[in-house]
DNA sequence: TCGTAGACCCGCTGCA
DNA sequence: GATGGGCGGGTCTACG
């Protein structure tokens, strides 16, 4: 569920909370997010105490915390994973899967999670880049990020942009919501072949989806319901903003014609009728 | 015809 | 009862 700007958000309120602190013990409460270390829940937890944490890093959706001897802790959000800071007193609310404790006894970091489809793993020397996602591209906030070599890239793919948009190992942080977006803003159909974009018109659609991450920004990232909050509690307002995702019937901002809703890629894309047309039959066989 | 790379789709899991 | 923001891996497909 957390695309970039709601990843980013928790990233920035988890800095203040980790930075410096020292674990002293980590407690698995459900194996399920830890099943991708080796070593499984107890040796997860115990090659975790005594590492000091440095400030977390963020590459598209994942996010890691460096500790100070060069391996960092990996994580990724899934559909519904949430860090929340409570005093260790405090109740645990459902879903809660690990905690972690600090050496000053104060305020707690608990992870919860839901549904489980996300998950964290103790990375070796991964404090720089942890190797488990050196497969994860540049996402479009990275100082690195060239958006003219990426719209080729994207242009040479044999598939269509919403697809690409959503391929974390061409671009990364772009979720369903913020491909939907996106292309709304770009008056693209989702089903547009790559290869009949210009190069200027595919960097203008990879601008577009940084602009609209940062309005998310901004706004503290899109929150529908409990499920994404930040380290706080704090939901998030960009779903006041969103143009078409979560918005079937409701009128496009731009041209009135109700907004649609269609099954794809196993969920479902949001688009306007009225200003984003499917591309014509040559264009979508090839 | 075969091997490879890229594209695509299923399944995971759980509750509001 | 339907729907949901995610990803990895198995399978399929296209191309050289």
């Known amino acids: 569920m957390p695309e970039l700007p709601e990843v980013e958000v928790i990233r920035a309120g988890l800095a203040p909370v980790v930075s410096g602190r020292t674990l002293t013990r980590v407690r698995v409460l459900h194996p399920r997010p830890v099943r991708y270390h080796p070593a499984g829940p107890q040796g997860f937890a ?26 960092a802790l990996l994580v990724h959000l899934g559909m519904s994973g949430q860090f929340r800071v409570d005093m260790p007193d405090a109740p645990l609310r459902p879903n809660t899967r690990v905690l972690f404790d600090f050496d000053d006894d104060s305020r707690q970091l608990r992870f919860i999670d839901q549904r489980m489809f996300g998950g964290m793993q103790l990375s070796a020397g991964g404090a720089e880049l942890p190797p488990q996602i050196s497969h994860i591209a540049l996402d479009p906030f990275a100082p690195d990020f060239d958006p003219e070599t990426v719209a080729r890239r994207l242009r040479a793919k044999r598939s269509t942009i919403k697809r690409s948009l959503l391929d974390q190992t061409l671009v990364s942080g772009i979720g369903n919501i913020y491909a939907d977006e996106t ?55 960009f779903s006041r903003n969103l143009a078409v995702y979560g918005r079937q019937d ?5 041209c009135g014609t109700p907004i649609v809703r269609e099954p794809f890629m196993n969920r479902s894309s949001y688009r306007c009728p009225g200003c984003q047309h499917r591309p014509r039959r040559s264009l979508v066989a090839q």
């Open 46 to 71: 115990a090659e975790l105490a005594g590492r000091t944490l440095t400030e977390p890093r963020r590459r598209g959706k994942y996010l890691w915390i460096p500790f100070e001897d060069g391996d």
């Open 183 to 237: 292309l709304w803003r770009c008056r693209l159909h989702y089903e547009q072949r790559n290869a009949s974009l210009s190069q200027r018109r595919a960097v203008e659609v990879l601008s577009t989806a940084r602009e609209v991450m940062t309005a998310s920004l901004a706004q503290g990232g899109t929150s529908f319901d409990a499920l994404y909050v930040d380290v706080d509690g704090a939901a998030g307002y």
């Open 250 to 254: 409701q009128p496009c901002d731009r």
